[in-house]
């Protein structure tokens, strides 16, 4: 009895070792990269689109891409924890590095002149201004990053157990899904609440002394809301990587007192003139590449029809989200006076990756017909749905007392309230956190169709969808056919960019100019 | 007869008591003002008698009763003008209308003749942000007027804009709080600004600091348009920074 519960524990500390390295990296190139593209033109012209684009492509689905890299070059048991805290770090970067660089743009200009007028060099400009003015918004994105990177550490884990060859040896992902497998639910139970508990310590112990501390001097804590409380509050996670569609020049100047659209997501300047006629010549190439080659066309097609198989379950999924999420986040955000309670309770509960479910509810729905689709759709699911509540309700903190005053004032009610006031004011939450939550439902998609079609563990299959492109990747990972997985990967990313450009970012700018 | 009755309003927030107790009356065809040092609760009763807050003790009368909850003779002014600012100019004035029962032509109508009224015409169709802080305002009060309220409350309607622009829109306001198709007919003022009070209204209750209190009523018989330079004006501004600062 106490055994099994020891050797979880032991788990359970490798899996966090892993989380923590992979933390103190992230952070350490966040503030380089971050602090890089704050103080360098040049530099910022480069860096940010690129994190942008990154920071919302569903990374895990290079994950079978990266192990066999990394696997490659390191084998054994270095090369397969080296892979997984990579594949980690990659989850928790982007927005430490958006945060740090944000810090810095804030700072009044008077504190650069302060350090050009005193000489400062280098050494010391980072460690009096740069670092201590990041750490805030770091330790705040910190929290944020954590939570996106569990998920990632325990898909990650289960992932390495498909194979003998990439196999992790000690994590909580590992043995929750060895115990699922066996069928030892009470263990597997256990091993869950074990996590939880692992979950809420590592926030009390660790995330809020850190952020108590750096926050002593956080300038932006000078505000007049009412809803300080609440920002301070949903700051650290609730901030979930806000994507930047596209990116800052926008931040920077205006000013955020009001409207500012969940205030990450900006325009950029009209420069598109060469890069739309770049991108015209490498359509071109991409297609004449295809055409021309039997292989690589039947490859591309095959891929077409997968990654259809897998955008409708994504978006059905997305649409039932919605049903659920809208009407909860405009209850919790216009009647509820628990707000804050509720979010530290969601807090809680999304910090649960959906993935370390996953065993439990395959064995929930492996009687039913279409068990496989409906695996695939929880998971899509749980794993998309905080992302857009949270995004929903970090827009509490951007509508002025006032306009409460003025429902109730002029006693707008029902629907007539829906449609004059409680859409639009989710609406700038609801595209970014969809941006984000259709992100993670994908990295879901690879995990989940993944998991479900390689028989983990002793190769029996539990459950398996017919088709998806999350299938495709680990077919390919199977037979070594890194052709398909380098295009299939290449029209996934496409597939992202133009969907974010073409539906999203439209969203915004026509929303942009009348909210801010 | 008084139309408002302010009665042994108390209010706290948490464990800071910040009204004590504040008892005033407004009768018809009064502007009153109310003015006090920053923090002393001026907003927060007026949001008191306009039924949005509930008071920690006492009550407001209107016409003699009770006064819990928001209620059509009584519209508001906020500071921060609170337009929504997804919805066109005229959709937010047309939102002064929720409470009533009237068709959406009619309201359509009485938003546009309203729009003309004050100088917001051509920009019905446009969205708040595209227009100056003193047009902001003046949709502001379109939307409260438009449901032709007998008593309005304005909670510093003017100390958002720049001086002139503020300027230029109090005596507007009072032209139009003149004009006889304005059903208002009380209209009582949050300010912080003394000369502004002594410009606009006939009655200022001057309050103290936190925990508030009345420190005195003060009448002004000056005749409107009021002239800042005369030696009147300047001895009841004089008086009135007195009794604040004592």
């Avoid at chain 1, 008077?110 to 980072?126: D, N, P, Q, R, W």
């Avoid at chain 1, 919790?332 to 006076?337: E, H, M, N, P, R």
């Avoid at chain 1, 037979?479 to 380098?486: E, H, I, R, Y």
């Avoid at chain 2, 008071?55 to 906020?78: A, T, W």
Wanted: charged share 15%.
């Amino acid at each position: 009895m106490f055994n099994y519960i020891l050797q979880l524990l032991v788990d359970t500390s490798f899996s966090w070792a892993r989380m923590f390295i992979a933390l103190a990296l992230s952070i350490l190139l966040g503030l380089g990269i971050g602090i890089w593209a704050a103080t360098s033109r040049r530099a910022e012209k480069v860096i940010i689109p690129i994190v942008d684009i990154l920071q919302t492509l569903p990374i895990l689905a290079f994950f079978p891409f990266v192990i066999y890299i990394i696997v490659a070059a390191i084998p054994g048991y270095i090369g397969i924890n080296a892979a997984v805290i990579f594949l980690i770090i990659t989850s928790m970067l982007w927005n430490i590095i958006f945060g740090v660089y944000e810090s810095i743009k804030e700072l009044p200009h008077e504190f650069i002149e302060l350090a050009a007028i005193y000489g400062m060099g280098l050494k010391e400009k980072l460690s009096k201004i740069y670092i201590p003015a990041s750490m805030p918004k770091v330790m705040g994105q910190s929290t944020l990053s954590w939570a996106i990177g569990l998920f990632y550490l325990v898909t990650s884990e289960i992932f390495s157990t498909s194979s003998k060859t990439y196999m992790v040896k000690h994590g909580i992902g590992v043995a929750l899904t060895q115990l699922a497998l066996s069928g030892n639910f009470s263990e597997y139970i256990v091993g869950i609440l074990i996590f939880i508990v692992f979950v809420i310590l590592t926030r009390l112990l660790f995330f809020a002394p850190l952020e108590r501390y750096f926050n002593k001097h956080n300038m932006s804590n000078i505000q007049k809301t009412r809803a300080i409380h609440f920002v301070h509050l949903m700051k650290p996670s609730l901030k979930l990587k806000i994507p930047k569609i596209n990116i800052p020049n926008f931040a920077l100047g205006k000013k955020r007192d009001t409207y500012s659209l969940s205030n990450e997501v900006g325009i950029k300047p009209k420069r598109r003139g060469y890069a739309n006629l770049i991108y015209a010549m490498l359509a071109i190439l991409f297609v004449a590449a295809i055409v021309s080659n039997k292989t690589l066309f039947s490859y591309e097609l095959s891929i077409l029809v997968a990654l259809l198989a897998s955008f409708a379950r994504v978006w059905f999924a997305f649409a039932i989200i919605l049903l659920i999420s809208v009407p909860l986040s405009v209850y919790l955000i216009f009647f509820s006076k628990r707000l804050s309670a509720y979010v530290l309770l969601f807090q809680i509960i999304a910090s649960i990756p959906a993935t370390i479910m996953l065993p439990l509810i395959v064995s929930l729905f492996v009687k039913m017909p279409f068990h496989s689709e409906a695996v695939a759709f929880s998971v899509y699911l749980l794993s998309g749905i905080w992302y857009i509540i949270f995004s929903m309700l970090s827009q509490k903190a951007y509508i002025p007392q006032s306009i409460y005053e003025v429902k109730k004032l002029f006693g707008i009610k029902g629907l007539h309230a829906w449609k004059k006031i409680y859409i639009y004011a989710i609406i700038p939450g609801l595209i970014t956190g969809a941006v984000t939550g259709i992100a993670a439902e994908w990295n879901a998609s690879i995990v989940a169709e993944y998991f479900t079609s390689s028989g983990i563990g002793n190769g029996a299959v539990l459950t398996s969808v017919s088709i998806g492109i999350g299938k495709l990747l680990d077919l390919s990972l199977d037979n070594g056919n890194m052709v398909l997985m380098l295009l299939a990967l290449l029209n996934f990313t496409i597939m992202i960019i133009v969907i974010n450009r073409l539906v999203w970012k439209r969203l915004f700018n026509r929303i942009e100019d009348i909210y801010k | 007869m008084d139309l408002l009755n302010v009665e042994n309003i108390g209010y706290s927030i948490g464990p800071v008591h910040v009204i004590e107790n504040i008892t005033f009356t407004a009768m018809k065809d009064e502007f009153v003002s109310i003015i006090g040092p920053s923090g002393c609760g001026k907003s927060t009763l007026l949001r008191i008698i306009a039924g949005l807050i509930k008071p920690l003790h006492g009550k407001v009368l209107y016409n003699g009763m009770l006064v819990e909850k928001p209620n059509r003779d009584i519209s508001f002014v906020f500071q921060d003008f609170a337009l929504l600012p997804w919805l066109t100019n005229i959709e937010n004035v047309k939102l002064g209308l929720s409470l009533f029962d009237i068709s959406e032509e009619e309201k359509e109508r009485k938003a546009k003749l309203l729009f003309k009224k004050m100088g917001l015409e051509g920009f019905e169709k446009a969205y708040p942000n595209m227009l100056s802080g003193g047009m902001k305002q003046r949709v502001g009060l379109a939307r409260a007027i438009i449901s032709d309220p007998k008593v309005l409350l304005m909670d510093e309607p003017f100390s958002s804009l720049d001086e002139l622009t503020a300027e230029a829109l109090r005596s507007d306001v009072i032209n139009m709080l003149r004009s006889p198709d304005i059903p208002v007919s009380l209209v009582i003022m949050v300010t912080h600004n003394v000369e502004e009070a002594v410009e606009l209204s006939n009655k200022v209750v001057i309050l103290s600091e936190r925990p508030s209190h009345v420190k005195e009523i003060k009448r002004i018989e000056l005749k409107y348009p009021r002239n800042k330079r005369s030696k009147g004006f300047m001895r009841e501004v004089d008086h009135i920074y007195k009794v604040l600062t004592e």
